[in-house]
Nanobody
């Protein structure tokens, strides 16, 4: 299993970024996928998740209405569109693969078993 994030960058408050996560080594379409983030000195926190089949999405309250998670099963790629960025969105962003196939979505990191190396998002004027 390999997860490779990209798209992190320096953005201004109010700006937008789109993160990507290229997945390989498993049947991407059958697993829930999630985005988490970790800011310096803080614990890793849930950002968003998307279910394997229906594409049902879940968001942390802090990003709801600003971030959109999506997936392209044909390309084995997970996305996170981030709009209206705030300085408090600054963090290392990770994508993660659900632990079990055909499982309901989760916001808990214990329910994910593989993680990418992360991509840095910095929001600063």
């Amino acid at each position: 299993v390999q997860l490779v994030e990209s798209g992190g960058d320096l953005a201004q408050p109010g700006g937008s970024l789109r993160l990507s996560c290229a997945a390989s080594g498993f049947t991407f379409s059958t697993y829930n996928m999630g985005w988490f983030r970790q800011a310096p000195g803080k614990e890793r926190e849930f950002v968003a998740a998307i279910r394997w089949g229906s594409g049902t999405t879940f968001y942390a309250d802090s990003v709801k209405g600003r971030f959109t998670i999506s997936r392209d099963n044909a390309k084995n790629t997970l996305y996170l569109q981030m709009n209206s960025l705030k300085p408090e969105d600054t963090a290392l962003y990770f994508c993660a693969k659900g632990r079990e196939p055909f499982w309901s979505g989760s916001r808990y990191d214990r329910d994910y078993d593989y993680w990418g190396q992360g991509t840095q998002v910095t929001v600063d004027a």
